[in-house]
């Protein structure tokens, strides 16, 4: 199968499969080693093509610098749309192998913790670029942003999107609950007309797991005798690092850094994020993100008994040496 593509004409020949999902296959495109190409399992419908459309038609240097947006798709003789082709992402680790030192020391040797706000700062930057365009993720997780050796973020999966297209919107369909806003939690998330003040919820979500060693904003002891998912727990604003956790019934896990520990703003901005007024106010956006990260980046120090340990002024002790000391 040697497709065209819709907006060139040109003809594409599909190399090397390098990976597969449960939509289709991604290859690698002959005499084009910056592009893979996606091709669709089966053919997608009516509303989908107009969605790809659109993406192509959005398709801009910015996005596509930050994702693997749709460049172009991918028809048969008839004129079928078959997949598309976009920039090709390669060398690049899931963004979860950061989170714990140990994968980290894994999948990044070379990183440490100036490394991990970079690429925190990185993140929210995508999340901006996406947003000035008009766009929103909807299914915010670990599984669709990639990171390399450099420190570069690639948002993957974009065809899942929720994409503008004029007044037309087409909806994220699926989701996980673990990113979540409360005010959506329990909803079905077909036609579901997400906000970029939800997707807000979803990046915040992702720094916190970044910069507090994987834990989850609001997984903590909860003081009540029945369980307490997570899920739950999100719905009920019960957020286990806030000043408020007493009240919720809710503290942090035993041998969890505390809040503080990153810096009174970004304590504020989390608070922001998970907090009630965050769902009608408005949670922190990606800019503020980028700005209370690089103040942060600036002002880690180095430990004085471990090398590679980074952290910033806000104590007199290095929070690392404290968490590997009770873990």
Same mark, same amino acid.
């Given at each position: ?158 065809? #899942?999107?929720?994409? &503008?297209?004029?007044?037309? =919107?087409? @909806?994220?369909?699926?989701? $996980?609950?673990?990113? +979540?806003? *409360? ?113 942060? #980046?600036?002002?880690? &120090?180095?430990?004085?008994? =471990?090398? @590679?340990?980074?952290?910033? $002024?806000?104590?007199? +002790?290095? *929070? ?8």
């Amino acid at each position: 199968m040697d497709p065209t593509l819709l907006h060139s004409g040109a003809r594409v020949r599909l190399g090397q499969q390098l990976g597969r999902g449960g939509e289709g296959a991604i290859f690698g495109v002959y005499g084009r080693p910056d592009q893979a190409a996606k091709v669709y399992t089966d053919p997608p419908g009516p509303t989908k093509v107009r969605k790809l459309v659109a993406m192509t038609r959005a398709a801009s240097p910015e996005l596509l610098g930050i994702a693997a947006w749709p460049s172009d798709l991918l028809v048969d003789r008839t004129g079928k749309v078959l997949g598309f082709v976009m920039p090709r992402v390669s060398a690049k680790q899931d963004i979860h192998e950061l989170y714990s030192p140990k994968s980290r020391s894994e999948a990044f040797p070379d990183a440490d913790f100036r490394f991990v706000v970079g690429v925190a700062a990185n993140v929210a930057r995508a999340f901006g670029t996406l947003h000035r365009a008009g766009h929103v993720v909807g299914d915010v997780n670990h599984g669709n942003i990639l990171v390399g050796a450099d420190g570069t973020v690639t948002l993957i999966d974009c065809d #899942s999107f929720q994409v &503008r297209d004029g007044a037309e =919107v087409f @909806s994220c369909d699926v989701g $996980v609950p673990l990113f +979540t806003a *409360p005010e959506l939690q329990g909803y079905g998330f077909r036609g579901l007309l997400r906000t970029q003040n939800h997707d807000r919820f979803g990046l915040a979500v992702l720094l916190f797991h970044l910069l507090y060693l994987g834990r989850h904003p609001y997984a903590g002891r909860y003081a009540g005798t029945d369980d307490m998912p997570i899920e739950r727990a999100i719905g009920e604003y019960r957020f286990a690092y806030g000043p408020d956790r007493w009240a919720n019934g809710m503290e942090r896990p035993p041998g969890a850094i505390t809040l503080e520990t990153m810096g009174p703003e970004a304590g504020r901005m989390f608070e922001g994020a998970f907090g009630r007024l965050g769902a009608g106010e408005g949670r922190p956006d990606p800019q503020s993100w980028v700005r209370v990260l690089a103040a942060l #980046s600036s002002g880690l &120090r180095p430990c004085p008994a =471990v090398g @590679s340990h980074h952290y910033p $002024v806000t104590g007199d +002790t290095c *929070p690392w040496c404290v968490t590997e000391a009770q873990t």
